[in-house]
């Protein structure tokens, strides 16, 4: 019976060693995104009343809350990005980067607030940039 136990207490052993490589040796490994710079993006900022109208009633249904959007038709891809309600006026948004990618899309853009002494108002706002670049399939990354 000692020699029973004993190959028991074997197999058990094994058993937790190969849990333990399986588990921290094998892992889910995710490939990083490629994130080096094919070329840089030609851009327009597009204003809310030249928008297509679907996707500025998109942009008016969102509005409130922070929220990101990529649109597209014959006349290119919209990027758009919103900051959500901000207690007065007078915020801009400029757009870092735009960027290809090997495969992505890559914009970041920067909330600015009201400068010193500026004239704000009092009504909330609702600050968005919208810009067109060429059709290209690939998938956005908002940074």
Do not use: H
Request: proline fraction near 3%; glycine fraction near 8%.
């Amino acid at each position: 019976m000692g020699k029973r136990l004993k190959g028991k207490m074997f197999l058990i052993g094994c058993l937790v060693v190969w849990a333990f490589l399986a588990r921290n040796l094998t892992g889910c490994s995710v490939e990083k995104a490629q994130q080096d710079k094919v070329r840089d993006l030609e851009f327009e900022v597009v204003a809310e009343a030249d928008l297509p109208a679907e996707l500025r009633e998109l942009v008016e249904q969102k509005k409130a809350a922070p929220f990101k959007l990529t649109y597209s038709n014959d006349q290119g891809l919209y990027i758009t990005v919103g900051y959500g309600e901000q207690s007065t006026g007078g915020y801009s948004i400029s757009v870092r980067e735009l960027y290809l990618t090997e495969n992505s899309i890559v914009i970041d853009t920067e909330l600015l607030g009201p400068e010193k002494g500026e004239e704000v108002g009092v009504e909330k706002s609702y600050p968005f940039i919208s810009v067109r670049t060429e059709y290209l399939e690939n998938p956005v990354i908002f940074q």
